[in-house]
């Protein structure tokens, strides 16, 4: 049976709170978010073992497993000392992410635009982009199996690494044991491919299933304006993004994905892999979305 979590950054308190507000929701799993209210985690400097003890043994007693670890940030940053900055703060959960108990740090590729981690900038679609991202990732992928953990790079579509044919070149040319992928179908869609849903579903998986470590859900469809969307919630800017240009990515059961199909194909190699929750809009909707999740979980079967 496939597991079902959510972002732990949905709930915007100090981590007992936190922690029994995903319990009352019905949670087993999640993805771990530095955003507690009683914790510092934001910065390289502030995470510790003995701090990620207190996280992974408080979720560990509320029999809650934490899955993976969200690190969003922009990889290859037009500022050098920022970009430095980004990266030796994806290399900190790394190193620490046994401690916080789970192997796997998540982050998606990035952006040239100066205004936005999830805008289209012209060069990333160059070859010197390409090979600029490539560098980061085989660097983080040997880092991460130096230190007992995976990096699991998230596609999507304004970013460098966007379309199913980008991702199996990166694996390809990253063939690493530190490196596996975070498999978000609604990522892969563009104004180009939303009308072939199943289509474009068959073909992440026919390429890329035996990357999958982690998968999430949530939705999308085309958008009424091309602009960059976000949730006014209290969160990180990766919980808050809803989309931008001609996708926007709504919750699970809001959009076009044929989760029947998703789900199946999911399934099919990964029958217990946790799939994880994302763009809530509100606290409060969070029951309805996991029951859509899970009504769609015992229609398949799985």
Not at 185 to 213: A, Q, S, W
Request: with cysteine; net charge negative.
């Amino acid at each position: 049976m496939l597991s079902v979590g959510i972002f732990s950054g949905y709930y915007p308190y100090t981590l007992e709170e936190t922690i029994r507000r995903i319990k009352k929701d019905g949670f087993t799993c999640v993805q771990l978010d530095m955003d507690f209210k009683d914790i510092d985690l934001k910065t390289s400097e502030a995470i510790t073992a003995e701090k990620a003890h207190r996280v992974r043994d408080a979720f560990r007693d509320a029999n809650i497993s934490i899955v993976s670890i969200s690190a969003y940030t922009n990889l290859v940053h037009p500022d050098r000392e920022q970009r430095e900055k980004n990266i030796n703060y994806v290399k900190t959960l790394l190193k620490y992410a046994r401690d916080f108990g789970t192997p796997y740090v998540i982050s998606e590729t990035g952006t040239f635009n100066t205004e936005s981690d999830w805008l289209y900038h012209e060069k990333n679609s160059t070859e010197e982009a390409y090979q600029e991202i490539m560098a980061v990732i085989k660097d983080l992928a040997k880092f991460a199996y130096e230190n007992g953990s995976v990096f699991l790079v998230e596609n999507y579509v304004n970013n460098i690494i966007g379309s199913v044919e980008q991702v199996a070149r990166l694996f390809h040319d990253v063939e690493h044991p530190g490196l596996g992928l975070l498999l978000d179908p609604t990522n892969y869609f563009t104004d180009k491919n939303i009308d072939n849903v199943d289509e474009e579903l068959h073909k992440i998986f026919n390429v890329l299933e035996d990357k999958i470590k982690i998968a999430h859900a949530k939705d999308c469809r085309r958008a009424v304006n091309i602009q960059e969307k976000h949730a006014d919630i209290d969160a990180a800017s990766h919980n808050t993004f809803r989309g931008a240009g001609a996708i926007e990515l709504p919750a699970a059961g809001m959009g076009v994905l044929n989760y029947d199909l998703y789900l199946k194909l999911l399934s099919r190699k990964h029958p217990n892999i946790p799939i994880i929750i994302e763009h809530i809009d509100s606290e409060e909707e969070i029951p309805n979305i996991k029951k859509f999740l899970d009504s769609k979980l015992k229609s398949v079967g799985v």
